[in-house]
């Protein structure tokens, strides 16, 4: 227990009245890479936004641990500071604001060397508006800068290979190993396909439909192999889904 | 950092008092009531025998910014200027011009007014920054005179605004004169009032208004904007609003006046709120609610 970096215990949602997550358990410990795979719309996105605390949804069951003290009704910006950080999906266009101005705003480390070490390709989205008319590719350095600019002791990727052809996202996720998984940060990767799993091998993978963790596995190409045969049909169909 | 430039102003005045003129060559900088006994051509620029303000006549181009400071120092001062800056054809000139109160408890009134004429060919790239304390009245009214080919670039900001705020700008555009004009306010405990006119007299004119408002807590904004196209000419506005506070409003109207077939004005305006998901975006970078609001109106106010 004491060694779990998240606890999430009988997790229910809300957003605009319907219940989207519906009792969600989850464990990662520290230093620990895991997955949570699922198809369009079962809610995986929410997790990891209630995870940081977006105030769009509402909690309306269950707690939220970090390192061992409950966080569910604390503000993101806090939870941030605890060391929790989450690179999106799709983030929003903040116009008239420039990348390295949010990143001095936010990070102890200068912004200039944050990119020409870590991550080379970000120093071309630097004097750029912080999303605005950003490539699908633009997009996720710019949410790989940020969330390193952190520190975090726990990042989740949501989506971070979507729409990435091979050869970026292999460059993705090396950077994902090199700055975060060898540097002993805790890693929860939110897939779809899946893709990205094979360069970074989770501990753990978690399936998510209808807004439940209908399974966890150890085995991820297990999980990859049953999700390409079957589809996530097959998981819908799951008598755990149903209990 | 305003107050470490005044030293270099080339005209500096504190209250009522002329505290420094710094002479440019090829730059004549006076008074106005100087100005107003030494060259009678001035007086058709000036509406009566001028109390204070600055004359700034270039005749040779300088290769440096020039630089204005207007400060209000003791209590319950009442400032009345009429200024008048004059640019010598073909010249390209920066000019920088500050007014501000120095505490925020001055109780004075700054009426500032004036006339910048950009002859021929000149080209004049002007940043007019304000600063007023919170129970301060300030009315400001400017008109440009742009002759043929002429070029401005006008940047007019309020980053703290006064208890009341009126603005009122007026731009004459001759043949093929360009104006690029950004007029930025920040209000907070405000009641602010803009008005301006772009008026395309010539052919071939073409200017932009670009207008960015904030209302911030118990502020009262308003803007009346307006292009009249009188010749064959291109025109846009381009005014925004962002509503911080449930007590605070803005009403933006935007004007077309087309006087000729030619002629292509267009304008665009919206008020909006700061959007949730912006906001919800940099509290998870680490921004308290208050430091994610101010990032996003730095934005909304940068052009």
């Given at each position: 227990?004491?060694?779990?970096?998240?606890?999430?215990?009988?997790?229910?949602?809300?957003?605009?009245?319907?219940?989207?997550?519906?009792?969600?358990?989850?464990?990662?410990?520290?230093?620990?890479?895991?997955?949570?795979?699922?198809?369009?719309?079962?809610?995986?996105?929410?997790?990891?936004?209630?995870?940081?605390?977006?105030?769009?949804?509402?909690?309306?069951?269950?707690?939220?641990?970090?390192?061992?003290?409950?966080?569910?009704?604390?503000?993101?910006?806090?939870?941030?500071?605890?060391?929790?950080?989450?690179?999106?999906?799709?983030?929003?266009?903040?116009?008239?604001?420039?990348?390295?101005?949010?990143?001095?705003?936010?990070?102890?480390?200068?912004?200039?060397?944050?990119?020409?070490?870590?991550?080379?390709?970000?120093?071309?989205?630097?004097?750029?508006?912080?999303?605005?008319?950003?490539?699908?590719?633009?997009?996720?350095?710019?949410?790989?800068?940020?969330?390193?600019?952190?520190?975090?002791?726990?990042?989740?990727?949501?989506?971070?290979?979507?729409?990435?052809?091979?050869?970026?996202?292999?460059?993705?996720?090396?950077?994902?190993?090199?700055?975060?998984?060898?540097?002993?940060?805790?890693?929860?990767?939110?897939?779809?396909?899946?893709?990205?799993?094979?360069?970074?091998?989770?501990?753990?993978?978690?399936?998510?439909?209808?807004?439940?963790?209908?399974?966890?596995?150890?085995?991820?190409?297990?999980?990859?192999?049953?999700?390409?045969?079957?589809?996530?049909?097959?998981?819908?169909?799951?008598?755990?889904?149903?209990? | 950092?305003?107050?470490?430039s005044v030293k270099n102003a080339n005209y500096l005045q504190i209250d009522h008092k002329v505290k420094n003129i710094f002479q440019v060559e090829g730059v004549t900088i006076l008074t106005s009531p100087g100005a107003w006994e030494?060259?009678?051509?001035?007086?058709?620029?000036?509406?009566?025998?001028?109390?204070?303000?600055?004359?700034?006549?270039?005749?040779?181009?300088?290769?440096?910014?020039?630089?204005?400071?207007?400060?209000?120092?003791?209590?319950?001062?009442?400032?009345?200027?009429?200024?008048?800056?004059?640019?010598?054809?073909?010249?390209?000139?920066?000019?920088?011009?500050?007014?501000?109160?120095?505490?925020?408890?001055?109780?004075?009134?700054?009426?500032?007014?004036?006339?910048?004429?950009?002859?021929?060919?000149?080209?004049?790239?002007?940043?007019?920054?304000?600063?007023?304390?919170?129970?301060?009245?300030?009315?400001?009214?400017?008109?440009?005179?742009?002759?043929?080919?002429?070029?401005?670039?006008?940047?007019?900001?309020?980053?703290?605004?006064?208890?009341?705020?009126?603005?009122?700008?007026?731009?004459?555009?001759?043949?093929?004169?360009?104006?690029?004009?950004?007029?930025?306010?920040?209000?907070?405990?405000?009641?602010?009032?803009?008005?301006?006119?772009l008026i395309l007299k010539e052919k071939e004119a073409s200017g932009q208004v670009q207008i960015r408002l904030v209302a911030g807590k118990a502020s009262k904004v308003s803007a009346h904007s307006k292009i009249e196209a009188r010749?064959?000419?291109?025109?846009?506005?381009?005014?925004?609003?962002?509503?911080?506070?449930?007590?605070?409003?803005?009403?933006?109207?935007?004007?077309?006046?087309?006087?000729?077939?030619?002629?292509?004005?267009?304008?665009?305006?919206?008020?909006?709120?700061?959007?949730?998901?912006?906001?919800?975006?940099?509290?998870?970078?680490?921004?308290?609610?208050?430091?994610?609001?101010?990032?996003?109106?730095?934005?909304?106010?940068t052009l």
């Amino acid at each position: 227990m004491k060694k779990d970096l998240l606890r999430i215990e009988n997790l229910k949602v809300q957003a605009n009245g319907k219940e989207i997550l519906k009792r969600i358990n989850l464990q990662i410990k520290k230093r620990e890479v895991q997955a949570l795979l699922g198809p369009n719309g079962s809610g995986k996105t929410v997790l990891g936004q209630i995870i940081l605390g977006n105030p769009k949804y509402k909690v309306t069951q269950g707690k939220i641990f970090f390192e061992g003290k409950e966080i569910t009704k604390l503000a993101p910006e806090k939870r941030v500071k605890l060391g929790m950080t989450l690179a999106f999906q799709s983030a929003p266009a903040i116009k008239g604001v420039k990348l390295i101005q949010l990143l001095e705003k936010i990070s102890q480390f200068s912004a200039k060397e944050l990119v020409k070490g870590k991550i080379p390709d970000g120093r071309n989205l630097l004097e750029r508006d912080v999303n605005l008319d950003f490539s699908g590719g633009e997009k996720k350095i710019s949410e790989l800068v940020q969330v390193l600019a952190l520190n975090p002791k726990l990042v989740i990727f949501d989506e971070i290979d979507s729409g990435l052809d091979l050869k970026r996202l292999e460059k993705v996720a090396k950077i994902i190993k090199k700055e975060f998984i060898d540097k002993k940060t805790s890693v929860l990767l939110i897939t779809h396909s899946g893709a990205i799993l094979n360069f970074l091998n989770p501990k753990i993978t978690n399936v998510m439909v209808l807004g439940k963790i209908i399974c966890r596995e150890k085995d991820y190409k297990k999980v990859l192999r049953v999700i390409k045969k079957y589809g996530y049909e097959k998981c819908k169909k799951c008598k755990l889904l149903t209990n | 950092m305003v107050m470490k430039s005044v030293k270099n102003a080339n005209y500096l005045q504190i209250d009522h008092k002329v505290k420094n003129i710094f002479q440019v060559e090829g730059v004549t900088i006076l008074t106005s009531p100087g100005a107003w006994e030494k060259y009678n051509w001035t007086r058709k620029y000036f509406s009566k025998k001028p109390k204070e303000g600055y004359f700034i006549w270039l005749k040779k181009q300088v290769n440096f910014p020039l630089f204005t400071c207007v400060f209000l120092c003791d209590k319950n001062i009442t400032q009345n200027l009429q200024n008048l800056l004059i640019i010598e054809k073909n010249l390209n000139i920066k000019f920088q011009g500050i007014c501000q109160a120095v505490n925020k408890n001055l109780l004075g009134v700054h009426n500032a007014g004036g006339k910048i004429i950009l002859k021929e060919g000149s080209s004049l790239k002007y940043g007019h920054f304000h600063f007023w304390g919170e129970k301060d009245i300030v009315n400001s009214c400017y008109e440009f005179f742009l002759e043929k080919n002429s070029k401005l670039d006008y940047v007019y900001k309020t980053l703290s605004a006064p208890k009341k705020l009126k603005i009122k700008t007026i731009f004459n555009l001759f043949a093929r004169a360009s104006c690029k004009a950004k007029i930025v306010a920040n209000c907070k405990r405000t009641e602010t009032e803009i008005k301006d006119n772009l008026i395309l007299k010539e052919k071939e004119a073409s200017g932009q208004v670009q207008i960015r408002l904030v209302a911030g807590k118990a502020s009262k904004v308003s803007a009346h904007s307006k292009i009249e196209a009188r010749a064959e000419s291109k025109g846009h506005l381009d005014c925004q609003g962002l509503v911080l506070d449930e007590g605070s409003k803005i009403s933006l109207v935007p004007e077309l006046l087309c006087k000729n077939k030619k002629a292509q004005i267009t304008h665009e305006a919206s008020i909006g709120r700061i959007s949730e998901e912006e906001l919800n975006y940099l509290r998870m970078r680490g921004l308290s609610e208050k430091e994610a609001t101010n990032l996003i109106v730095n934005g909304f106010l940068t052009l």
